[in-house]
Every structure is written in C-alpha cells, then in structure tokens.
C-alpha cells in the first residue's frame, strides 16, 4: 500500500489557498490589471481587466513573456518589470502596450500588476508626428521666401520682375499665417476634450459667417454659394469654433471646385442631432482616401493642395472640433461626382429665457 502511494517533492498550492491580509482590497482598487499566481503558476485571483484584456484565460497567464518573468521572480525574489506588446485577444489584431511589475507577495504568491499604457505611447507617436510634420510644413513656405527675397534682390533694376516676385512673397506669407494659426487651433482641440462652459450657438449664424470667410474666393471663381435648410436650431458649444469647422469645409469645397460650380451649405434636424452638410461639384474623392483625409497634413492631391495653399491640417480641425462637442463627422463622396461632408451636433432645442423643458417652436417645426 505504501509503495503505491505517491508524494510530490512540493505539494502544489491549493486552489484556495489564502490571500495576505488586506490582498483582496487593495487588488479591488487598483487601476492595473492584477493577477497573483501560486507555486504552479496556476491563477489564485485575477482583476476583471486581466480577463477582458486576454491576459487570463482559464485561470493560466496567456502571454508567455509575463510567465516567464514570473517564473524569475518566484525564484529569487527580486522585484521585475518589463514593457511588452500583447494582442488585445485570440481573434483580434490590435495591440496593447502594457507595463509588466512582477513581485513576490507573501511567502508562495506571485503578484503581477500589468498597466495599460497604449493610450500614452499612441499620444506620444502622434504628438512626434506632429512635431515632425509640422517642421516639414514650415520649410516649404519659408523656404519659397527665401528664395523670392533673393530674386527680388536680383531684379532690383526690374520692377515689373520685383512686384511679380513681391506677390509671390505675400501668397507664401498668406500661406504660413494660415499654417501657423491652423497648427495653433489644432493643438488646442487635439484630445478631444469637451467645451469648456459651452453657450448656446445659433447655427443660422454659424453657417453666415462660415460663408462670408469664402464669399470673394467664390465671386472670384464664379462659384455659387448657396445655403438652406431647417432654421432656428441651436447646439451648445463655442460659437467661434463651429464658425472654423464649417468655414473649413466651405473653403474646401471652393478650393477643389471647378469655375462656375455650386457648393451649397444645408441644415437639418434629424431626432436630437442637427446635421450642417456642405456638398461640392468637385472632383470627388478616391475610394481609398476617404478614411485618411481626417489624419494631419493628409493630401488627396499634394499637387492641388499647394495650388490652392491648403495645409492638410483643415479637415482634422474640422474633426476635432465636432468630437469636442459631442458630435462628429462624416463624408459621401464619388470621383468626378462631388463631395457631402456632414457635421452632426447634438441638439439644444431650448431657446434662451424659456423655462426648461420647454421646446422651442422652431424645434418642433423641424422634419
């Protein structure tokens, strides 16, 4: 009987084997993920995140580099830590950055905190990006006036030559005022985060003056401005920002609009959201471009956008803007059809000095 029996040298932790007082509370407010592992490696207690993040599965780690660190720490005690790159789950191809801290946690436990860090790594490659693009964007206005100043320095005896170059040092100044002050609004929206103490805006006066900033570039081109629509409705926000969005698409349609085109600017209410939809006659945008025309300093047509002056920076103001107030926006387009950029609002269908609750008349008139 006796030599049937069989001990192991190191007789496994039981699955319930006990915390270290006071564990379970501090794993219950912790912002990583939290797993405490026994002698074999098996899950004792796991944080919900440490499962919806694939870390855990059927109470085993998953990630074969977190076990292993675990391993080392379980055999000399040392506190570790190391950055990996784990796949969000078996069937999905997005990627986490995480920051592994292994440490020894009692006598026979292994903890092992694991912290999200993908949304920070994302800001910084975005924000290097930014920076990268933004020295390139500089180079080329400021170079052009580098190179005119010398030439008018060149035809000094020649003023027809002088007042030709003159002008061209003035579209390139034009040109980096704009990028300069696009790179200044940009920076201002680029998290996203919500207006700060945000009014009630009149959208019949946003869409005006988003068609005033266009009205002499149109006249010039013969193109038609025309706009339409439900009236009378309000969102909250900044009414200057909205002002910039819409005036963006407007001057986007005009840009990349052939003479004697029409672009028209239409306001709709549809349930609790107003949508501002400014559509051209252009030439339409490739399938293939659709999603990337939001990213910073994107270009259809880099050869266009330097005839135009455009910087690839409009349209992601433009995104950034509608996310900041709750909204977003969206796109339609066919090459050689035109394009329809549509922003949509959540809707403040309460006028200023009506008690609350009560809907105004130009809310309840729309379709």
Known sequence: ????????????????????????????????????????????????SAYAFGLVRQDRITVSQ????????????QIRELELEVARSQDSTQTLHVLARVAPLGDRLVLALVEDRTH???????????????????????????????????????????????????????????LVQEIIDLSR??????????????IDDV???????????????DIRLTTGGTKGLQVLGNEQQLVIAVGNLVENAVS??????????????????????????????????????????YRVDPARSRETGGTGLGLSIVKHIAASHGGDVKVWSVQGAGSTFTVRLPLHPYRPGQPSGVVSHAAREAP
């Open 1 to 48: 009987m006796l030599a049937r029996r069989h001990t192991p040298s190191v007789p496994p932790v039981p699955r319930t084997s006990p915390m270290p007082e006071g564990a379970d509370e501090v794993m219950a407010i912790l912002r990583s993920s939290a797993i405490v592992l026994d002698e074999e490696s098996n899950v004792v207690k796991a944080s919900p």
């Open 207 to 221: 869409v005006s003056a988003a068609v005033d900033r266009s009205r002499v570039d149109a006249e010039n081109r």
């Open 66 to 77: 977190l076990l292993e660190l675990t391993s080392k720490v379980r055999r000399d005690g």
């Open 189 to 202: 929206l680029q998290y996203d985060d919500p207006v700060q103490s945000p009014d009630p805006v009149e």
């Open 120 to 178: 920070e790594i994302r800001v910084d490659e975005i924000r290097r990006d930014f920076v990268a693009n933004v020295s390139h964007e500089l180079k080329t206005p400021v170079g052009a006036m580098m190179l005119l100043a010398e030439a008018v320095e060149g035809a000094s005896d020649d003023p027809e030559a002088v007042r030709r170059f003159a002008q061209g040092m003035q579209r390139e100044g034009e040109r980096l005022t704009r």
């Open 256 to 297: 990349y609009s052939p003479e004697g085109a029409k672009v028209s600017v239409g306001v709709r209410r549809r349930d609790d959201v107003v949508e501002i939809s400014v559509t051209d006659q252009g030439y339409g945008i490739a399938e293939a471009d659709l999603d990337r025309i939001f990213e910073r300093f």
